[in-house]
């Protein structure tokens, strides 16, 4: 169990944090939420398959089905979605940045749910240093448009953040499916199908031209299907099973640091003073909430 939890910890802290730069090159000449929603349906595929002639998942039960199709909604569609479109105005690495608000997220829809309970004081705290290094990151210039970081984009990662919380509490508390194999898989094809439809509405259908498709854009795809999907979010949802959801979400301390060097060194992303700050102000934040909220369930 220790070794499964460390490899999984390692999965979404180093793989998921390259998966930004990824997104943004798979997006430069392909649709963007055509290309997430195949990306979990083969992924989910693939793993249902394997999981399935391995003998260590049977065909997925309806509670399978139910949740793999709520919890996808709310993960991968209006979480991963928003992540995706927003990569198409909004840099690799501030994108990272402003989706390491997901544990915030958390911490107020659990204090929400029923039978919620009140975070402990030191967790305010954490939240006050976080907005204050959104505010720092995206800045009030931005709002007219002036700004470095794209309002609107801006606006929907934070909103894609909330799903993602939405979506890891209610993966974290539905019922137990038929394996953890089919969680994973059932959620990829049941997200990634719902992402397929909201392309085909949205007009991305006849968008997408395979002949001019980049190579950085096919190879970008192929890394989210394996390595983003295929074990990422595996590990993440394993985590989700056998830890807290306050654990689970210290990803959001690491996912920033390598998605911000690796937008610099492969895309030549800027890294300004102004991002490191806002990135230091706003990991302390979260930081501060996890550890507070962490103490506050032992006890």
């Known amino acids: 169990m220790r070794v499964r939890l460390i490899a999984a910890f390692a999965a979404v802290y180093l793989v998921w944090g390259s998966t930004y730069l990824a997104i943004r090159f798979a997006v430069e000449t392909l649709p963007p939420l055509l290309m997430a929603g195949a990306r979990f349906v083969i992924a989910g595929a693939l793993l249902l398959a394997w999981s399935m002639a391995s003998g260590r998942a049977v065909r997925p039960n309806r509670t399978d089905w139910r949740t793999g199709l709520i919890g996808g909604s709310l993960l991968l569609v209006g979480g991963n979605g928003g992540v995706v479109w927003a990569e198409q105005r909004v840099p690799s690495g ?67 953040s909330l799903f993602w919380a939405a979506g890891s509490l209610y993966t974290k508390h539905a019922p137990r499916g038929s394996s953890g194999f089919n969680g994973s898989a059932t959620q990829m094809l049941a997200g990634g199908g719902v992402l397929l439809l909201a392309a085909a509405f949205s007009g991305e259908l006849s968008q997408l031209d395979l002949a001019h498709a980049s190579l950085r854009s096919l190879l970008g795809f192929l890394y989210l299907v394996t390595f983003g999907s295929l074990i990422g979010f595996t590990a993440y949802f394993y985590l989700l099973a056998h830890t807290t959801a306050a654990k689970a979400s210290t990803y959001a301390y690491v996912n920033p640091v390598v998605a911000v060097f690796l937008g610099w060194a492969l895309a030549s992303e800027p890294v300004t003073a102004r991002t490191v700050l806002a990135a230091g102000v706003i990991l302390s934040g979260v930081a501060i909430i996890t550890i507070a909220r962490d103490r506050d369930v032992v006890r």
């Open 94 to 160: 501030i994108t990272a940045l402003l989706v390491a608000v997901v544990p915030v997220w958390m911490v107020l829809l659990d204090w929400l749910r029923p039978p919620g309970r009140r975070p402990p004081a030191l967790v305010f705290v954490g939240l006050g240093l976080g907005l204050g290094g959104l505010a720092l990151l995206v800045g009030m210039d931005s709002l007219h448009g002036h700004g470095s970081v794209d309002a609107t984009g801006a606006a929907v990662l934070l909103l894609a």
